[in-house]
């Protein structure tokens, strides 16, 4: 079958026949295999994958993973052969120094692919009192990303205090805060810390490109705060959005989404691309309804290398799942959805009446404006 079908046309090669029979516990074949990792392309680097990853040395396998999420990333998440790799990093995390157990979790984010059990087994190393703070606030959003549930995990950070070391940026502490609220923490003194040590950071002047996802954390968490308890605590709202939040919104750059949106035009839907929201961008939107349409791509899911399913991006989910608290009436559209509709035009009615939103398709064009309309 097509699972099969690699390693069988892999095995066929010459020098992977030698390999076969070779001492895969060797420093020569690791070398060898190093070597192969360090100079191949994606496919030529799953096919050793495929073959040989129950034999690859630790650092073996974080080269693999390593080199797959710089010269393939999310594009692989498809191949069954990365669960295969997922798998193999699960049995031997434990053998990873705290470092390269983060770059693994962080990799597999990067992907867009998530393994239940070679998280747990993240979440586990993670869990070592010896583990370093800093490197919690990547981890955490990993996991919150990925929707993978460690509440065990989280409990460690929360009971760590990382926050009162002052080790951590305010990048870093945004970071965290929008991870715990991401997993509907429900610990208040987590969030009144974390509002405390943000208060208290500085942005240096090297992490200034990184302000556009910083406001965007904040508002986050404070929108999951003030919602949660209810204005018992109060945490740092970000700055208004600047104007480099806006150009860095997605939804200018997804050809879906504009295309989306041109539709929604044609129906007579009057909306914004990409409006505020309490520091928070909505996909398209009539603010005057509190009426939304969230699109999501590709980019948007993790791949489940387990069950092939589709997870939403846990940070997109709980965006929808806060605004929808404070009163937008919000409809999701998938692009798996889109893909498969015959009628897309009827989807997107079918999108709206979920949401109530008032539409009046415009007075037809000129036949000859109309041909070209449709030309473009």
Known sequence: ?????????????????????????????QARWAARLFEGTPEAILRLVDAYCERFSVPNLSTAVRFLRHRGGPLLRDDPRLGRLAACCARRTGDLDHRDVLSLACAWDFMRARHRELFGAIAAAARDSSFASTFYPSLA???????????????????????????????????????FACVEWKDQGTFLDLGSAVVAARVSSSQRNLMPQLRADLSLAAL?????????????????????????????????????????????????????????????ADPASKCAVEVFTHQDYYRDLATGDWVLDGFRR?????????????????????????????????VLHQIGASFAPPPPLEPRLQALHDLL
């Open 318 to 350: 709980c965006k929808s799942r806060l605004l929808t608290r404070a009163g937008w009436r919000i409809a999701h559209l998938s692009f798996l959805d889109w893909e498969s509709a015959d009628h897309r035009l009827g989807l997107l009615r079918d």
């Open 141 to 179: 959003k990993a996991f919150a990303a990925a929707g993978v549930a460690a509440p065990r995990l989280f409990r460690a950070i929360a009971d760590r205090r990382i926050t009162r070391s002052r080790l951590l940026s305010k990048p870093q502490l945004a970071k965290l805060a929008a991870a």
């Open 1 to 29: 079958d097509a699972a099969t079908g690699h390693s069988r046309i892999m095995r066929v090669d010459d020098d992977d026949d030698d390999e076969a029979k070779a001492d895969g516990s060797s420093k020569e074949q």
């Open 224 to 284: 999951y705060v003030r919602l949660e308890f209810r204005g018992g605590l109060a945490f740092p709202s970000a700055e208004r959005p600047g104007d480099d939040d806006g150009r860095s919104f997605a939804s200018t750059k997804s050809p879906l989404r504009r295309g989306v949106s041109a539709m929604l035009v044609d129906l007579g839907w009057n909306h914004v691309v990409g409006h505020p929201v309490d520091g928070l961008f909505l996909d398209l």
